[in-house]
């Protein structure tokens, strides 16, 4: 099953998930699976006594940026102060890249800011790190919850199949090492709920594009600075314009529809009723900016009670 997924590596939840599916089925494929007492039962002890038979006959390695400088491949047992290897390398499927490894293990992180940037062509900056984002924990605890109910619903294995309680084991979350695959790994978490699409022929996700015009707003540090934004929203938002209107009316943040309604108008000269509700959330006072990280300057959009703190010249009121 994991040479059929080229799946280059599996975390200890998906290879419960497999293990489950030959137990209901009893076959993998059309071809029957012998049935001895290990293989009509579905536990974690089943699944580690899988694991170390994986180890044992060099199927399968614990994966070296998860577990550096381990060499014997043997899981060892946690109360004698070892561990369990979560992550595994399988030997006889081909090494992916870093994005497609971080998808693997973390079932909702995805490219984001300057790497998400570069992969949809909206940049020719290349990031010295790969960029990935994560939802915060509440955030993920809750896609945790609901992949969970999808991923146990409507098995035999649950409702007495097996004639004993129904078993599982849990989605962990396992943090990404610093360095992946040979590339640095700038990791951020974030409360915000985003549209994710899968990048063709790859494990590795993406945001809608939409999405990533937000995060260049949210977070233009993160994606060339404040100046490459302007650059890029100057010559690709209009293109991309119904993408970007449906991503900012759905973000919950109001200085993001307030720096988007400013940005969609100035550099793109759009005009569309969907950009003109935004204009309820300016607020007239206080000290909002469109570029969260630069002083407050005194130049400023009346329409959208926005100062204009950035000095470029795709923008008219600084030109």
């Known amino acids: 099953m994991l040479v059929a997924e080229r799946r280059p590596v599996v975390t200890e939840y998906a290879l419960f998930l497999m293990l489950r ?3 209901q089925d009893r076959a993998l494929g059309n071809v029957p699976i012998r049935a001895t007492k290990s293989s009509t039962t579905a536990n974690r002890d089943v699944l580690r006594g899988r694991i170390r038979s994986l180890l044992k006959n060099r199927y399968a390695r614990p994966d070296e940026d998860f577990y550096p400088g381990v060499n014997d491949g043997e899981p060892r047992d946690p ?6 290897y979560k992550v595994l390398r399988i030997a006889d499927v081909p090494d992916a890249s ?33 960029v990935i984002s ?11 919850d609901a992949k969970i109910a999808t991923d146990y619903a409507g098995s035999k294995v649950d409702d007495g199949y097996l004639g004993g309680a129904p078993t599982r084991i849990p989605l962990e979350k396992i943090e990404l090492p610093e360095q992946l695959r040979g590339r640095p790994v700038d990791r951020h978490t974030t409360k915000h709920p ?35 934004v302007l ?17 900012v009316d759905g973000h919950d943040q109001s200085i993001i529809k307030v720096r988007a309604g400013y940005l969609l108008e100035a550099l793109a000269g759009a005009s569309d009723p969907r950009i003109d509700a935004w204009q309820k959330f300016a607020q007239r006072g206080g000290s909002r900016k469109l570029d969260s990280s630069a002083p407050y300057l005194a130049i400023f959009s009346e329409k959208w009670m926005l100062s204009v703190n950035v000095e470029s010249e795709f923008l008219p009121s600084t030109r």
């Not at 109360?79 to 369990?84: K, V």
């Not at 870093?98 to 693997?104: D, G, Q, T």
């Not at 945001?207 to 995060?215: D, N, R």
């Not at 650059?231 to 991503?247: P, R, S």
């Open 79 to 84: 109360s004698a102060g070892g561990q369990h």
């Open 194 to 228: 985003t549209e994710l699409r899968p990048i063709r022929g790859s494990f590795a996700r993406i945001p809608a594009i939409g999405e990533v015009f937000v995060q260049m707003i949210d977070r233009p540090e993160l994606c060339g600075g404040i100046n490459h």
């Open 134 to 144: 994560s939802p915060e924990v509440k955030l993920w605890r809750e896609l945790r």
């Open 231 to 247: 650059e890029v929203w100057a010559a690709e938002a209009k293109t991309y314009l119904n993408e970007v209107i449906k991503a």
């Open 98 to 130: 870093a994005e497609e490894i971080s998808a693997l293990v973390d079932p909702f992180c995805y490219l984001s800011h300057l790497s998400a940037m570069q992969r949809y062509g909206l940049t020719n900056r290349s990031p010295a790190g790969l």
């Open 21 to 23: 599916q030959l137990v």
